[in-house]
């Protein structure tokens, strides 16, 4: 059986599934594993990772930290936020940054 956010965490959010099905519609392959504190999605076309960690702050590790993050190859955090719009327009503005080089 492959690893998934759906099968590695417990109620992410009650939204996870339209979060899934949109990063993957933006080249991003779930690689989430439970032993990590939250679902993570890879795109190898942007080397970058996006985490997306429970949507009730309770049950996030880091109470602090926000909900979605864009990590880059060296582990540097680019972006975070708690809007999957947010994110999802900061994602499209990474990738038309790419497509014009």
Known sequence: MNRTWENQFDDLG???PKIARKLE???FMDESWGNDICAKFYSDH???????????????EFKIGKR?????????CIFETDSFNELIE???AIKEIGDQK
């Not at 979605?68 to 540097?76: M, N, Q, R, Y």
């Open 25 to 27: 519609s933006l080249g």
């Open 90 to 92: 900061t994602i499209e």
């Open 46 to 60: 942007f080397s970058l990772m996006v985490w997306v960690d429970y949507e009730n702050e309770n049950d996030r």
């Open 14 to 16: 009650k939204d996870m």
């Open 68 to 76: 979605f993050a864009i990590v880059g190859k060296e582990d540097d």
